[in-house]
């Protein structure tokens, strides 16, 4: 579509060069804004014309490129002169040319960039296989994982490590050596070089992959990021060799962390010669004159790039960079300084970000599988477009992520798709089949099909009647819903799934989302701009006039922009200051200098500094920006405290990076003018909005209550002044405006701003609702309850400071009714879900009428619903009326919490008071007042009670931690207070039940579809621990979907540590459910209600309150679930392990002073059962009841005095079979100082069995390779369970076990 102005260009300047032009190439439409002088009149004295040209992205029946389609109807409009399509493109009229696209972010999608190689240090050729070892998502069995971008991998022979390390608690002991190997590294760190590469071999290893017709290559060494000589070694043979694009991960992005800086090494050898050959084809369709005219491709960091230096890496968010910049410079004003929400909905996915004055960028982000290390503007994806589909599943309405994309598109659009969002909104009235462009059916010339819309939401609306009157034992409980009651029901899901992501990125930062405007732009936005922001609050909406090209416009608004970056590895002090600066200018002074040779002048020229800070022994880093008053820490501590909540006054601030981004500006355009116009404004209400020349009809359309006469205006004809009053439809070329009722639009020159009226924001309003179950509200409410819950966990993430809450993640949060039962967890660790549940109703007995308001217990017993010690869980009842309304819980695991061995972990513990501190409950607040001395006396002083035990050994963590924990419970009792005052408590507290019941009903059908497999109903299974000890499972499943679970068989409680407590077993059970029901569905208590569960008292599985249990948590939950999985006949088992291993150093004495020890602890990925679904088990992943990331290769590295000399995949470990089982990993860790090691682990001796014929997967084997001066190694078998001491050389060797395989 077009907007058309027949004025010719300015006859004296005859248009020479003076078209500016902006291409924001998407996957379906491309969009083309162009900017030119005009002659100036009355009404529009500005002397500038915009032109919109909007376009299909492939149309090859017509054009071979649609951006210089594009370009060409906008020279033609420009100048009035015909520009042939068969002829090489005029460029004399062009001024410049400034372009977004998605040609990398759909070569990454779909996987079709270019074949390369990566080139790695050896021992680390499946690094990015298994990446962080964690999997996408824990309730998919399949465990589905992109595909790596590269096709070969060579290793190089190659070594170096650092010299001393960060958890070294005596001062300068690190970076300090005078031996000839060793060199300063660019971050200033001490660099060991092990073994420098033969070149010889090196070249032929190239030479060999150059063979087979690869011509990209990327290459990531260990450390790289601080020494360069190998990989730029590396890149000059492979340029000699002839390979066409080298990509150094070392020039790339020297940031510490291997796994990131390889994904982006490889995602820029993988995308980049694409990039550039579009860029050539492009070029190709003009005339000489291309190379005199300035062109500039969006980055997504917000900045533009010329072409020459334009990377596929820093292309992947293009089109929504340009967005972002386009509101941020139209709405935000440095007067006002009122934030904003920007809301990008376009056809298959919704972006939201958010602009306060600078632009917000985050520098590891994962997208399709690859974790990005690069600057990006934080922009969250929500799989929630307009052709979003629609599904009634498990009781619940859903919406996406499925998308029907642009083929066959929604139900309407004539290619008998399904039903989508844009259908809904077709369905209710809110778009309008007349004025929406005839371009479908077989011939492009139909309208949207109303018809197939209606009979598609009919059937539909009949299959929820009728499951909904299913659900009830008297007719009259449900009434029948009508299809325009269904159809808003769904956008009201999708409104609220929206919404998600805008709680993440205002409120789990620290700001107000009511404090902010939101900025509604793309195709879709303006549909459901008005409901988003009622749902959050939000009084202020800006839809621009250009808002469904406003990413198109944005990148001529956008500034040239070039980024330095070093590594650093500096403690912030008075003496580093100086240096630290000194080197972030000389950063400065390099970018100046790049855009001084772009044609930049100083004037034009912006220079912003930052140092990337963190807290050391956290992975939590803040890039602070230069304060204009104080110092970067004054400013690293504001930031922290708002983001964080806290600051750690006597911790050590790290400074990791330097980074100087230098922006050049090529136009000057003032920012957020529309409040100075509102400001000024003469305002005049459309009182009959028919007599107005806007007018274009009366419509009905269908808002809450039922349909309302609504009025429909054309944009183009309002002018600035001008108020429409809700319900309006304000209609554009390319995009439709839903003015709701209570909302009032005001008509800038640039802008339609809509304001609501206080009756409908959340903090006023009531939902007026039945407590009857309802389709609608059920959904609604789910996403909420979900939503509190993920809101807790984002408090307890950023408040935190330990390494294994704050980065590993190792913790659940979850609410609960009145009663105990599970409501809502949000998906964080599997073995933590059922168990909770356990925890609350012991304490709500216990305490029983002794629970007042601002109450909080603390309990960790595994005989009070506890798992394992170091799992503590932190309880608040919440209160109305002085009695118990809810419950909301956190369980985090806690690094220390004292017991026999450093870590709480112990191999061999045969007791419970050997793994720790215990509590069967205690108040940690009471009646508001924190009872440290009581914490204080449970961690440390009990514990230390007992033979060769001590207190937690990290006392300051472990109470920081607790009350982070607190703070993540008073987060959910305040947002959940919020959702009674909106819906009344009576219906909040039904729907917890009816959400329970809907997860009942799905987990019945289950159990139903699974007895028609099986007639008698009776499974049976059963496996062994190495011990000998064995799980014995019976299930009995009834007509009704009603369920025993039999454990009766199971041996008894064992002298040892791998007792599993009954929760535990409960979690297992729950997790298996909800994995095989295989569809969207809220994990609740309803999951087990269906669940008989009968486990033989002291048995290991239900053993006495003494018995060690820490080994039931991490590995007796693991066999379970292959139990329970293989018992129904769904998947071979997985590795049936963790793998845990600790070590450390005590704390020690050396020259009359005492230094405190320290510890490490860490999970390690295994082999995944194959399935009869699926068709392999997936390799090195995290399985069933754990997720927990691993440590980065160079933070343990930079950390703690160990060499990693392995870590790859265990190739035939996986069993063989119709569908292979997964294989586990190979982790070689090589230690620099004596210290102790202990392993917990299990699948030793008994192989993960197969299933149907399937073969068994290897079993795991720890060893302990000892080396000694002037003898060979020895290498001895460590078995599961041991703790060994280690001296400097010696080296631990963990392969991983395993996964069985299916069918023959």
């Not at 070969?152 to 001062?171: F, K, S």
């Not at 690869?214 to 070694?233: G, N």
């Not at 449900?478 to 919404?499: D, H, P, R, S, W």
């Not at 099986?1014 to 009995?1036: A, E, N």
């Amino acid at each position: 579509m077009e907007t058309t102005d027949n004025r010719l260009l300015l006859e004296e300047c005859g248009g020479k060069h003076r078209v500016r032009i902006s291409v924001d190439r998407g996957g379906t439409f491309t969009d083309c804004v162009g900017i030119f002088p005009v002659e100036p009149t009355a009404k529009d004295p500005s002397g500038e014309r915009v032109v919109v040209v909007k376009l299909l992205s492939e149309d090859p029946t017509h054009y071979s490129d649609a951006p210089r389609e594009g370009i060409r109807r906008i020279l033609e409009i420009a100048t009035g002169r015909p520009h042939p399509r068969d002829a090489l493109l005029a460029t004399e009229n062009i001024e410049s040319i400034r372009m977004g696209t998605t040609v990398a972010t759909n070569a990454l999608l779909e996987r079709k960039g270019e074949p390369c190689a990566l080139v790695v240090t050896l021992g680390f050729r499946d690094l990015l296989k298994i990446g962080n070892q964690a999997r996408p998502k824990i309730f998919d069995l399949s465990i589905s994982k992109p595909d790596v971008l590269y096709q070969h991998v060579v290793q190089i022979d190659e070594r170096v490590t650092l010299v001393g390390y960060a958890m070294d608690p005596r001062p300068a002991a690190q970076n300090q050596s005078d031996e000839t190997n060793v060199v300063v590294g660019r971050s200033g760190e001490h660099v060991r070089i092990l073994k420098t590469p033969e070149w010889a071999t090196v070249r032929k290893q190239l030479q060999q992959v150059f063979d087979t017709g690869i011509r990209s290559v990327a290459v990531c060494l260990m450390h790289a990021y601080t020494f360069t000589a190998h990989e730029e070694e590396i890149g000059r043979i492979a340029s000699e060799i002839g390979f066409t694009h080298v990509t150094l991960s070392s020039q790339l992005s020297p940031r510490i962390k291997i796994v990131p800086r390889a994904h982006s090494a490889t995602a820029d050898a993988y995308l980049t010669p694409g990039i550039r050959r579009y860029v050539d084809g492009f070029a190709s369709g003009f005339d000489a004159g291309f190379g005199d005219i300035r062109i500039d491709f969006m980055q997504s960091d917000g900045g533009l790039a010329p072409v020459e230096h334009f990377s596929g890496l820093r292309a992947i968010l293009s089109g929504p960079a340009a967005g972002v910049v386009g509101y941020a410079v139209t709405s935000y004003s440095e007067s006002e300084k009122i934030s904003l929400v920007g809301f990008d909905m376009g056809g298959t996915s919704t972006d939201v970000s958010r602009f306060g004055g600078e632009f917000e960028h985050v520098f590891e982000t994962t997208t399709a599988g690859v974790t990005i290390q690069a600057p990006q503007l934080d922009i969250n994806t929500v799989a929630a477009g307009g052709g979003s589909r629609l599904f009634f599943r498990n009781g619940l309405m859903v919406v996406g992520p499925e998308s029907a994309g642009a083929f066959p598109g929604p139900a309407c659009y004539r290619n008998g798709g399904p039903l989508c969002i844009t259908d809904a909104n077709l369905l209710l009235g809110r778009l309008r089949v007349e004025h929406f462009p005839h371009i479908f059916g077989p011939s492009e010339d139909q309208p949207l099909d109303m018809n197939a819309t209606r009979a598609l939401f009919e059937q539909l609306v009949a299959d929820i009647n009728a499951e909904m009157r299913a659900r009830h034992t008297a007719e009259s409980a449900y009434q029948n819903k009508a299809v325009e009651e269904i159809a808003l029901g769904f956008l009201q899901v999708a409104n609220e799934t929206m919404c998600r992501p805008i709680r993440t990125l205002t409120e789990a930062r620290g700001h107000n989302v009511q404090n902010h405007s939101l900025a509604c732009f793309g195709g879709a936005g303006g549909q459901h701009a008005c409901a988003v922001a009622v749902n959050l609050g939000i009084r202020r909406v800006f839809v621009h006039r250009l808002a469904s090209v406003l990413s198109a416009y944005g990148l001529g608004l956008s500034e040239v922009v070039h980024e330095e970056q070093s590594p650093a590895a500096a403690i912030w002090s008075n003496e580093a200051q100086q240096p630290l600066l000194a080197r972030l200018e000389k950063l400065s002074r390099v970018g100046c200098r790049k855009l001084i040779s772009q044609g930049f002048l100083d004037s034009q020229i912006r220079v912003q500094r930052f140092l990337n800070m963190r807290y050391d022994g956290t992975d939590t880093s803040i890039m602070v920006p230069e304060a204009t008053i104080g110092d970067y820490q004054l400013r690293f501590e504001s930031m922290h405290q708002r983001e964080f909540g806290f600051v750690l006054r006597n911790r050590r601030i790290i400074v990791d990076d330097l980074r100087a981004r230098v922006t050049g500006m090529l136009s000057k355009v003032k920012a957020g003018q529309v409040y100075d116009e509102l400001k000024s404004l003469q305002r005049r209400e459309l009182c009959e909005p028919n007599t107005h020349p806007a007018f274009v009809d009366t419509v009905s359309v269908y808002f809450q209550g039922g349909y309302r006469p609504t009025a429909v205006l054309k944009l183009g004809l309002l002018n600035p002044g001008d108020v429409v009053r809700g319900p309006a439809i304000v209609l554009d070329c390319n995009s439709t405006v839903l003015v709701e009722p209570n909302w009032v639009a005001t008509v800038t020159s640039t802008q339609l701003v809509l304001d609501n009226t206080p009756v409908t924001t959340l903090d006023v309003s009531t939902h007026h609702i039945s407590t009857e179950i309802d389709p609608i509200h059920l959904s609604v409410l789910a996403n909420r309850f979900m939503s509190i819950a993920e809101q807790m966990g984002r408090t307890l993430e950023k408040t935190s400071v330990s390494t294994n809450i704050k980065e590993r993640l190792d913790f659940s949060c979850a609410l609960f009714d009145q009663h105990g039962n599970l409501v809502a967890n949000a998906p964080h660790i599997p073995v933590h879900l059922g168990s909770m549940s356990h925890a609350v109703k012991f304490q709500l007995d216990r305490f029983s009428e002794d629970l007042q308001e601002g109450d909080v217990i603390l309990v960790n017993h595994p005989q009070a619903g506890g798992t394992h010690l170091p799992d503590i869980t932190i309880i608040s009842p919440v209160f109305h009326d002085s009695r118990i309304i809810f419950f909301v819980a956190s369980r985090g695991h806690h690094a220390d919490i004292g017991g026999i061995s450093p870590g709480s972990m112990p191999p061999n513990s045969r007791e419970l008071f050997q793994e720790g501190a215990s509590s069967m409950g205690m108040k940690i607040v009471d009646r508001g007042e924190f009872q440290e001395e009581a914490v204080r006396h449970m961690l440390l002083e009990e514990p230390a009670q007992y033979p060769e035990c001590s207190g937690t050994r990290n006392y300051r963590d472990v109470l920081s931690d607790l009350k982070a924990q607190i703070a993540a419970n008073h987060r959910g009792i305040a947002l959940l207070s919020q959702l009674c005052a909106e819906y009344g408590l009576e219906v909040v507290q039904e729907y917890m039940a009816h959400i329970q019941h809907t997860a009942e009903a799905a987990v019945r059908l289950l159990l139903k579809e699974t007895r028609v497999k099986h007639p008698t109903g009776q499974l049976s299974g059963h496996d062994f621990m190495d011990d000998g000890s064995k799980i014995s499972l019976h299930v009995d499943i009834s007509e009704d979907g009603s369920a025993l679970f039999d454990f009766t068989g199971t041996s008894p409680e064992i002298y040892g540590n791998t007792n599993a407590p009954p929760s535990v077993t409960h979690s297992a059970i729950i997790y298996c459910l909800r994995c095989m029901v295989q569809s969207d569905l809220p994990l609740n208590q309803g999951c087990l209600a269906p669940v008989r569960v009968v486990i033989p008292e002291n048995s290991f599985l239900s053993p006495s309150s003494t018995a060690a249990v820490v080994g039931g948590n991490v590995l007796t939950s693991q066999r379970l679930c292959d139990v329970i999985l293989a018992t129904f006949g769904v998947a071979a088992a997985s590795q049936g392990c963790m793998n845990n291993l600790t070590f450390g150093i005590p704390a020690i004495e050396e020259g009359g002073m005492r230094y405190e020890g320290w510890g490490y602890y860490e999970t390690i990925a295994g082999g995944h059962g194959a399935g009869r679904d699926w068709q392999k088990g997936q390799d090195g992943v995290h399985t069933n009841m754990t997720n927990t990331k691993i440590t980065d290769p160079e933070i343990l590295e930079r950390r703690y005095p160990v060499i990693l000399h392995r870590f790859m995949l265990r190739e035939g470990s996986g069993g063989t079979g119709m569908h292979p089982g997964g294989n586990g990993c190979i982790r070689d860790i090589e230690f620099l100082e004596a210290m102790s090691v202990s392993l917990l682990t299990e699948r030793r001796v008994f192989q993960p069995p197969g299933l149907d014929g399937g073969g068994n997967g290897a079993c795991g084997l720890n060893l302990w390779e000892r080396h000694f001066e002037h003898k060979d190694k020895q290498v001895l078998n460590l078995g599961g369970k041991n703790s060994v001491f280690v001296q400097p050389g010696d080296h631990i060797v963990i392969m991983t076990p395993g996964g069985g395989g299916y069918g023959k």
